[in-house]
């Protein structure tokens, strides 16, 4: 039997086969979960509805996360369909290229408050929005990157920004919802080529970087991060709240980043 057999989990955030969101509906799936599918707009659609197909999902709505109604408006179309939910996925983000590539410093109103409303406060949004339809043991996660968040990763800027308020959201709501026995976590993953990091700058060598000097020396994939999305959904965390969890081969333990060559050479 799978650990999220009976499960009913709502995934936000898939754009195409390359995003993390996709890693995490596979995975859920393969755990017997009933799932359920949002993307932003009208222009993913064409993509989204086949992956949909694929895992046998029905529930596939639109959302755009800037907008209150539709927020509200997928909320009552969940409940109506699925009754209670059990699993609530946000994996959204979003910030100009601008933003992303110039020094932090020349961030626009603008950028800044268009990068925390679609990355942050949608998380918030979301969470209240489905807070009277979600399950008591019920888990909620969104997805940071914590050497951004909580260190300085360049060109990362208003996003690392954002992250950390993410991640400090996240704490926020364990503690609102922990009466309730409703569980907030945030998974930290290391680097994954997506639509999404393709609009930082200088990705590529961040991602190169990263294998390079994490302790297991390999990338993570998105079928990675379902797997922890697993456990963050299912009851073997069921006293796991407000907390980061880390799946990025060990990468963020380390004080001094040597790549094997640099180690090699020394
Ligand atoms: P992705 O496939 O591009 O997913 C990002 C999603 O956010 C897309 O589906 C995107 O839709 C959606 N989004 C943007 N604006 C939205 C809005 N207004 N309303 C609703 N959805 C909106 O990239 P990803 O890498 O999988 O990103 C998923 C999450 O993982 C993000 O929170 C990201 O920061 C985080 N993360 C990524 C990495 C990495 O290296 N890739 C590492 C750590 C954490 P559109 O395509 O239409 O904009």
């Not at 499960?7 to 359920?36: D, P, V, Y």
Request: contains cysteine; glycine residues 10%.
């Amino acid at each position: 039997m799978g650990l999220l057999e009976g499960k009913n989990a709502l995934i936000f955030g898939l754009a195409n086969e390359r995003s993390i969101a996709w890693g995490i509906t596979q995975a859920f799936k393969r755990e017997g979960a009933n799932l359920g599918i949002s993307y932003a707009g009208e222009m993913l659609e064409k993509r989204v509805r086949p992956l949909a197909e694929q895992v046998g999902c029905q529930w596939v709505e639109e959302c755009d996360v800037t907008k209150d109604d539709q927020i509200k408006l997928v909320a009552e179309k969940a409940a109506k369909h699925f009754g209670k939910i059990d699993v609530l996925v946000h994996s959204i983000a979003f910030a100009g290229k601008d933003e992303l590539s110039r020094p932090f410093h020349e961030t626009s109103r603008e950028g800044f408050r268009n990068a925390l409303d679609i990355s942050v406060y949608s998380f918030v949004a979301l969470t209240h929005a489905f807070l009277p339809c979600l399950n008591p043991g019920a888990s909620v996660m969104c997805l940071t990157y914590g050497s951004g968040a909580v260190k300085v990763a360049p060109h990362y800027n208003v996003m690392g920004v954002a992250k950390a308020a993410l991640e400090s959201a996240t704490r926020y709501l364990a503690y609102d919802l922990g009466p309730q026995k409703i569980r907030v976590n945030s998974i930290s993953a290391g680097p994954i080529r997506t639509l999404a990091a393709a609009g930082v700058a200088g990705f590529r060598d961040m991602y190169k970087h990263f294998a390079d000097a994490a302790p297991l020396r390999e990338n993570v994939t998105i079928e990675d991060v379902g797997d922890t999305a697993v456990f963050l959904a299912s009851d073997l965390s069921k006293r796991v709240t407000g907390e980061i969890q880390y799946i990025d081969s060990g990468f963020n333990i380390m004080g001094v980043q040597i790549g094997d060559k640099e180690e090699k050479a020394g």
